[in-house]
């Protein structure tokens, strides 16, 4: 029955660790693509790994006093076992108990920190390594995306944007609360409706391609239908469809 | 059942009546909830799985299948794990503490009414042309008349503010009882751990519903009077947000903090020894608690708001993890130095400790402002929350192993109980594929990335599993309540006062 048990256990434990190791983010099947990926990617992996790191540890603490103090033969109860009626000795030691939170908090602090700078990167397009900027109204409404370039032209689904170029996104909605959210670039922003200003987003432009958008709030009965397509093209391509006159 | 019988349980106010009244409501809603879950994972298990499954409902298909994973998310947490957990409180807390009944038992009966009738009224929109269908978090203006003409939304929102009618009352209910009907000589730090555990639950409990009847009667207001207040062209939806999360994160905790008690009270008694720093253990709860009600603004990263409120929030939210994380160290702790042995309720409790480390490491990811760009709406979230929910409800269901010898005299089938546990355990474990889903959005109920299709797949045997050993637990349930091996008193050795009840 133990043997079972601690087998099981253990089992289970690698499953665990296993699904954890695996949510990494390199399985983002729908691509990866710009520079947010890679800082994201790299922030995720240092997280990842101190989870799994503290996992693994409370995890052998937890199996070991599982192991080491279940029930044998023969044994007595310790003295302090509970008793009906009486209440229980106080137990444990301040010490120990600050050493786990200054420990916990070190760990979360330093986590911390990689993001408040990643953050400050998110929140500046200057941040951004290409030549020149463009900025595209994206409107969100049931149930398609709706982008209008800086010359005026609009497309419907399909956001077409040039290579070597920062691209800075003003999402806001027509009628109820979307997400814009291009899994790829690992972004995503609300587009509110009766926003004041339209929340901004910026991304680096950097190798031609093809990526998924999809809507990650619930938006009504066709949420699931709320798809779209991130085209990167070489910069002739993209002054022919939407910087010269018509679309 | 005859009128006599019927007449007892309609007007008894005994708090043990009441909290078995609980008990049976919440499974009834738990089972509702379940059967949703397992029509959620029936039609994701595979890419393009057309709508069959969708097309018996009201409504179209993605309106019937938002109706099922609101109405799946509500039930679950508003109406089965957070009053399974009062059930219990209903029948222990007046024991622990040797008081003779609640504070107020009639209005401890009439929480339970209301509660009971809150959730058939939400519920009911299923059999009254579609239920809400918004998700549970409601938000604005999907929910207007413009956008949700039906009545779902309506009944949802009624149900709701029956909900916190029922709270209301329980909450002041449950902190007079705690704090005057203590017997003489019982300070506060001599209270079991789970009175301690429901006096912070219910002290937040008073502090957030009160933002969720706000917010629910101004939705009213808009699509019934007409007024304007999430209507308004001018960042209603962002008011419905922050109204929402400064109710809905905190409501987490308030769904937590008694399923640690329950998990508090079990681990001890089958390890032989007394709880690892309850003293330090209760600390945490004062500052757990105090920060829960700072960190709503995590569900809001993207929203575009102040970066400054997001830096903070994310700094509250990362602190957060420290009382919590202190805590799950001191009931691993408890296990030191004890003789432990493995009945289905101390499986259940450790099984709870073990899982939810998953759910608080996975959560920490989440409280990064930068990494909740590409995670929220995922996937990936569903799966940290059915990770930190998921031992939640193994921890209370922990406790129905453990109480029923003291509520029905009689003991739960071991066997049936183990298997129950492994099955549940085995598919909550299988639901960790989804984790890796870091690109599929939620809500959806139909995609076509076949390189989705596997993780979903695996997700959805898990769920299987989880479904049939709920069956089990359902005939186990069933078949002690008159057939279980007769427990004597105080079969488990616990020290608390209520197995020194006689009757």
């Known amino acids: 029955m133990r043997i079972t048990l601690a087998i099981a256990g253990a089992l289970g434990v690698i499953i665990l660790l296993a699904g954890e190791v695996t949510a990494c983010a390199s399985c983002v099947s729908t691509g990866t693509t710009g520079v947010h990926a890679e800082k994201y990617d790299r922030l995720f992996s240092i997280y990842t790994l101190i989870g799994g790191i503290v996992t693994l540890v409370v995890y052998g603490w937890m199996g070991w006093l599982l192991f080491k103090f279940r029930a044998k033969e023969g044994d007595f109860e310790p003295a302090d076992a509970p008793k009906l009626g009486e209440i229980p000795k106080h137990r444990g030691d301040p010490a120990w108990t600050w050493a786990v939170t200054a420990g916990i908090f070190v760990i979360l602090m330093g986590l911390t920190i990689g993001t408040i700078d990643m953050v400050n990167f998110y929140e500046d397009p200057d941040e951004g390594m290409a030549s020149r900027q463009v900025t595209v109204k994206v409107t969100g409404a049931q149930y398609f995306w709706e982008f209008e370039y800086p010359s005026g032209n609009k497309s419907y689904d399909t956001l077409t944007v040039p290579t070597d170029t920062t691209v800075i996104l003003k999402v806001t909605s027509k009628d109820v609360w979307h997400n814009f959210a291009v899994p790829a670039l690992r972004l995503k922003i609300d587009a509110i409706p009766g926003d004041t200003e339209p929340n901004v987003i910026w991304f680096d432009a950097s190798n031609t391609g093809e990526y998924p958008i999809y809507c990650m709030e619930l938006c009504g009965a066709d949420h699931a239908d709320m798809k779209g397509t991130l085209v990167i093209v070489e910069p002739d391509d993209y002054t022919n469809l939407y910087d010269g006159g018509s679309a | ?503």
């Open chain 2, 1 to 503: 059942m005859n009128t006599v019988v019927l007449k007892r349980w309609l007007s008894t106010t005994n708090h043990k009546d009441v909290g078995l009244m609980y008990f049976f409501a919440t499974l009834l809603f738990g089972f509702i909830g379940l059967a949703l879950s397992l029509l959620i994972r029936l039609q994701l298990y595979q890419p393009n799985s057309g709508t069959a499954l969708l097309d018996w409902g009201p409504g179209e298909p993605g309106e019937f299948y938002n109706s099922i994973v609101t109405m799946h998310g509500a039930v679950m947490v508003l109406f089965f794990a957070s009053p399974l957990s009062f059930g219990f409180a209903n029948y222990m807390v007046p024991l622990q503490i040797g008081a003779k009944d609640m504070a107020f038992p009639r209005l401890n009966a009439f929480s339970f009414w209301a509660f009971l009738l809150g959730g058939l009224v939400a519920a009911s929109g299923f059999l009254l042309g579609g239920a809400a269908d918004v998700g549970w978090t409601f938000y604005s203006p999907l929910t207007s008349l413009e956008y949700s003409p039906g009545n779902g939304v309506n009944l949802a929102g009624a149900g709701l503010v029956l909900l916190v009618m029922s709270v209301t009352a329980s909450t002041i209910n449950f902190i007079v009882t705690i704090l005057n009907h203590r017997k003489p000589g019982m300070s506060l730090w001599d209270m079991p751990i789970f009175t301690w555990t429901m006096l912070f639950t219910v002290v937040l409990m008073l502090v957030i519903f009160p933002a969720l009847l706000g917010a629910l009667l101004m939705l009213v207001g808009d699509r019934i009077f007409g007024t304007m207040f999430f209507a308004d062209s001018t960042n209603g939806s962002i008011l419905w947000g922050h109204l929402f999360w400064f109710f809905g994160h905190p409501e987490v905790y308030v769904v937590l903090m008694p399923e640690l008690g329950i998990v508090a009270e079990i681990i001890p008694v089958f390890a032989r020894k007394p709880l690892y720093g309850k003293r330090y253990i209760i600390y945490s709860l004062i500052v757990g608690t105090a920060l829960s009600v700072i960190v709503w603004v995590h569900h809001m990263f993207i929203t575009g708001i102040d970066p400054l409120l997001r830096e903070f929030m994310s700094v509250t939210t990362e602190l957060i993890s420290i009382p919590f994380g202190v805590l799950m160290i001191c009931l691993i702790a408890t296990l030191y130095g004890g003789r432990i042995t493995f009945p289905t309720a101390n499986l259940f409790a450790l099984g709870a400790v073990a899982l939810f480390v998953i759910g608080g490491v996975t959560g920490v990811f989440l409280s990064s402002a930068a990494i909740d760009y590409h995670l929220r709406g995922t996937y990936y979230i569903v799966a940290h929350f059915h990770y930190t929910l998921g031992p939640v409800v193994l921890g209370v269901v922990g406790g129905i192993y453990y109480w029923f010898p003291l509520m029905f005299g009689r003991f739960l089938d071991e066997k049936l109980g183990k298997i129950h546990f492994w099955g549940t355990v085995l598919g909550l474990l299988l639901f960790a594929s989804l984790f890796v889903l870091t690109d599929m959005p939620r809500r959806v109920y139909i995609y076509d990335e076949v390189t989705w299709g596997s993780y979903n797949l695996v997700a959805t045997i898990g769920a299987v599993i989880a479904f049939l050993a709920q069956l089990v637990f359902l005939y186990n349930l069933v078949r002690s309540l008159s057939h279980g091996e007769q427990a004597g008193s105080n079969p488990w050795g616990a020290s608390t006062l209520e197995w020194s009840d006689s009757d």
